[in-house]
């Protein structure tokens, strides 16, 4: 049961009276809200405690001249433009539940309990606590003669410890340059204690010392818990503190508590030399006009990459498998680049059902010599200080769904690093962070999001107006990347990286004798990958290769045969030298599947889908998608009924037939039975480009366009088929490779009706598209014949699924109301053509560019 209220407000009346000097300086009565509790009328201290904080803030706001005036402003925007100053995440906290407390207060309707009045006052005392502890001069006024660097410095260390769970005890200000703090925290039944005495050099100290007569030295505190902190360590006190002190440099101290460059050395393992000097790379920076991004000259990548991090920039580094992104970012961790905090975390080996705060937590955890449990909340109070590094290496690999709402999901994950005040070097293998004109707004502060991704921002804890803006640098060129010339070992023909991937596989097994362990490795590795594992303690690989995958099956690290291709991730984990390599298992596990894969949502990579597109397969033409494992949409799908596709497109000539059959009204016998009333299978010959375009016999063998998903079920049903399913659609075009394109993944010379082909060049971005589709190209282009691209054939003999026209399915995402369309039309770009490539219309519309095919249910496998 808890205490009264009277006795609470006692005990919250005395905390709040530590912190007079704030309200001194702010001229605030903190007492008042608490009068109002007690006299009943909890929702009026509420929003005493809103306007309390709006003070606070808005003090906060002009302490560091944020731009614009706070006056007027509401708490939710003040808690928004300080946040970046709070280095505290339970301030921060602390800030947002006063903020929700008071708009759920507003509220007609709800019910305000003492309870919730409690709980404000107790979120103040909590914002309040920070800034007296750590003797910011933000709301608790400066001390004249103390200087202002010593200030900033005091600051950030009494932040330090609070952060860790301590409370300021006792601060003496001994002279403008010498500050002596006492720190306290409760650990069980005993206290532990820090003394810090904090100076610019020695003979400042020595002086200040004499002056008291040592005073401050004569306790009896454990030893190493009292630190002298100077600009340069000195021993030149020995004869004053003995061997009580610790002294160390301010720059230094942070290691005290956590050993940053024992967390960099975590995982290391040598690796045969790489030039990361020879590594060139461009960046790519936004036009000022057009949004588009506009490439710099080639330069070398380590120096434009420690360019960037000096400053204020943020950084996205991207390239193909094994271009050296890994090596080019360990190298920028450790190097000196003017931060004094360096962490280095790759994504890759984090679990996808771990969130980013438990991964950074558990690697950091072995690194702190004080309590292990503040891991995480000292890393973001480092971030928060403004003086930090933080290397996320393989952010792509961490990503499940690369759609928008996917990549949001990830933002809000990575929010508290990514809106803090330090540098953030983010690593993808591939560019689709900065391709999706969505994701380019989150990365470009001066860019306006859509309102809707401004709302699924704000709901997966993102603030837009926080996001930092980002440079794109891209690594490499046409030719070898770093990975691929190490696993060449000095061949000249150009390999591709999955056979020079196979290659040192078996070298290594074939090296230890056991190459009879093959099928397992790559069975067991790919397996896990598609399950989401990446790191493997020595059970796991017993478990999963066997004891013949151990010298005299040892279970020992230095008995593992496969060592040459593991690396160190993590305490007694390995994971594969190069994640290509588990890329490279998975897709030939894919391959060898002979029954639907066991694994209900597989993690897939697009290295998986090309190493897979890359493998054999048995050639098909009778159109027929029989079950098994597909490589569909954002995750693998089984199918399971199989089904034979129409060879192409519904033509003019086959869609006459049925207007033949049709009821004097329009309607036919085989309507779907929630069809509108008011429905006609007859195509308008207002919305048609050529009026004559289903009487001229010139057009039989092109699509049968301007018919409304009601006609095209109708249509389907005349034949006794129906209309496919998004995802049997999507999966007749990918066939089991999940290829881009139905012929593959060539972009050159690409055998398709779409916008590039009309202009006669490449559309990359939506600018281009715009300048040079938009207009004449697009007043010429218009569908084909169905038959006119016959490279355009998927791996079951299904025809022209890319461009031309977008074709009705029969799936639903957005209610009854709207139909799934896909493969693009010849109106959009070759990227919005793929064989992945979908959207909504309405089941009324009709468009020029949109048709449809038919599926025929088959009794049995063939």
Known sequence: MSAPVDERLDRLRAELDEHTRIAAHLDMDLRRPLRSIADGYPENAISLIGNLTERLLKELWRHHDIEGDPSGRALNDLIKRCQPHIRSSPVVNALDDIRRLRNRSAHDGYEVAEEDGLLAVRRLVDVLAWFTSTGSAALAGGEPHLAPEVARRCEFLSGLYVTLGHRIAKRFVLSPDTVYQLF???????????????STDAEELRTV????????????????????????????????LGQDFRCVEYDGFVSTVMDIDAHLATGDRPQPPVSVQALTAHVLRPDERTGDLRVDPADDAARLLAQLARGSANVLVTGRPGSGKSTLLKGLARAPVGRRFRFYFDLSLKPRDESFGEYVGRLLAPCMTTDRSRAYDLFLYLIRSGSALCILDAVDETVADRSPAGLLRLFADLAPVLSAESTVVMSSRVSFLADSPQIRSLLDRGATPSEQLVEQMYAGGVDPARLPHFHLIRL?????????????AGQEERTELD?????????VLEDAGAAHLLPRVREGF????????TRFSL????????AEAFADGCLEPTALLLAPLLRPAGTECFALVHSAYQELFAARYLADLTEPSPVPEPCLTDLVRAFRARLP???????VLTPGTHLVGPAERLLLRPVRFDRHTVTVARYRRFLAALHPDGTSPWDHPDQPAHVTHLPPADRLRDPQYFTDPAFDDHPAVCVTWWSAYAFAAYEGKRLPTSLEWEAAARGRDGRLFPWGDRTEAPPVNCADTWVGRPLVTYQAWRTEFVGDAMRRARATAVHAHPENRSPYGVVGMAGNVWEWTSSSVDGPGTAVICGGSYDNPLRAVQASSKSQYRKPGTSNAVGFRCVEELEAPV
């Open 184 to 198: 306290c925290r409760e650990s069980g039944m005993r206290l532990e204690y820090v003394e810090l005495v904090l």
């Open 209 to 240: 010392l004499n002056r008291t007569d040592g005073v401050l030295l004569r306790t009896r505190l454990p030893k190493l818990t009292r630190f002298v902190v100077l600009d340069e360590a000195s021993e030149a006190l020995t004869d004053l």
């Open 476 to 488: 490499g060129g046409p030719g070898r990347t770093p990975l691929e010339a190490r696993l060449a």
């Open 499 to 507: 056979i020079l991937l196979d290659r040192s596989t078996r070298g």
């Open 526 to 533: 790919g397996r896990a990958f598609l399950a989401g594992q």
């Open 539 to 546: 059970v796991d690989l017993y478990r999963m290769l066997g």
């Open 617 to 623: 397969q048995r050639p098909s033409d009778d159109c």
